[in-house]
């Protein structure tokens, strides 16, 4: 399952590359190849935060995320490595060198990276002293953009391990716990929040325009395609040139837009037309209610 979306965030800093000198705080940042460049949240810190989600709601799910295991002599921190308990040693994988244990992960993603071109935008800020007038001044990079974000989930892996290894530990568990893993993760997506830098730059990073893909192999079919403009109209002729390549490897396909985001969404959904039924396109609320709904099923034995 590959799933690709796009999300509209305000005068934010998701993912902060440091403090410089004490005066500015930098967006993490990256050069496209026309030199312009895009800010990026990396795939730790999105990870981090659909764990926070997790954690947040364990007494309702009955998942549990997994404790860290503090750093001994010879050894990094790492986490309980224990993928049978926890949902995110499950999902996101681990890796302890004190017990000599690994788990590839089942859940893959890049992070997030910006559609447009960073631009100039700072935030001018001050921590005022009661004794003085020497007050401190500092700066924080910000940027309003479109993110994109895509992950793949390798459907066959999840609460199971590929084979008997010295570095894991052998699971294959329950199918419903399966389902039930990938739901959340599915569920977290889309109720994302960031959480980091949000005490002064609150900003919705949830899917605005989203594509999930299923096929039988594990290559991707939409990624860094799932694009827009700024008028908001999506690049539809990308998106209907990937599925046409991908075609007979697609099992099935959605992709969900909020209409008051995505305007020319008639376009979008005239796309199903062409895939022989195995594309269907609606708004977020009904993609979301779907594929978290008990009748849809994502794994299968």
């Given at each position: 399952?590959?799933?690709?979306?796009?999300?509209?965030?305000?005068?934010?800093?998701?993912?902060?590359?440091?403090?410089?000198?004490?005066?500015?705080?930098?967006?993490?940042?990256?050069?496209?190849?026309?030199?312009?460049?895009?800010?990026?949240?990396?795939?730790?810190?999105?990870?981090?935060?659909?764990?926070?989600?997790?954690?947040?709601?364990?007494?309702?799910?009955?998942?549990?995320?997994?404790?860290?295991?503090?750093?001994?002599?010879?050894?990094?921190?790492?986490?309980?490595?224990?993928?049978?308990?926890?949902?995110?040693?499950?999902?996101?994988?681990?890796?302890?060198?004190?017990?000599?244990?690994?788990?590839y992960a089942p859940v893959k993603t890049g992070g997030m990276i910006s559609i447009f071109d960073v631009g100039p935008d700072l935030d001018n800020l001050v921590r005022f002293s009661k004794r003085s007038n020497n007050h401190s001044l500092f700066d924080k990079e910000i940027s309003s953009n479109v993110f994109r974000s895509t992950w793949a989930v390798e459907l066959d892996?999840?609460?199971?391990?590929?084979?008997?290894?010295?570095?894991?530990?052998?699971?294959?568990?329950?199918?419903?716990?399966?389902?039930?893993?990938?739901?959340?993760?599915?569920?977290?997506?889309?109720?994302?929040?960031?959480?980091?830098?949000?005490?002064?730059?609150?900003?919705?990073?949830q899917p605005d325009i989203m594509t999930v893909m299923f096929r039988q192999d594990k290559a991707l079919i939409v990624g860094d395609r799932l694009s827009i403009d700024k008028k908001y109209n999506i690049n539809v002729g990308n998106l209907e040139e990937m599925l046409r390549y991908h075609s007979k490897k697609i099992s099935l396909g959605y992709i969900g837009a909020h209409k008051s985001i995505c305007k020319n969404y008639k376009r979008l959904d005239d796309l199903k037309e062409s895939f022989d039924g195995k594309l269907f396109v609606s708004d977020m609320v009904e993609l979301k209610d779907k594929l978290l709904s008990d009748e849809f099923k994502l794994i299968r034995r």
């Open positions: 399952m590959e799933i690709t979306f796009l999300t509209k965030v305000e005068k934010s800093i998701l993912n902060a590359a440091g403090n410089y000198g004490g005066n500015l705080t930098e967006l993490k940042k990256t050069t496209e190849i026309d030199n312009t460049q895009r800010v990026f949240v990396s795939g730790s810190s999105m990870k981090w935060s659909i764990k926070q989600y997790w954690k947040e709601n364990e007494n309702r799910t009955k998942e549990k995320t997994s404790h860290l295991v503090e750093k001994e002599k010879g050894a990094q921190i790492s986490s309980s490595c224990d993928p049978s308990k926890y949902i995110d040693d499950d999902l996101f994988g681990y890796f302890s060198t004190g017990r000599n244990l690994a788990r892996r999840v609460g199971k391990t590929e084979s008997k290894s010295e570095y894991e530990k052998v699971i294959d568990l329950p199918l419903a716990v399966k389902e039930r893993r990938v739901k959340l993760f599915l569920e977290a997506i889309f109720n994302l929040w960031q959480r980091t830098q949000q005490t002064n730059y609150l900003t919705n990073t």
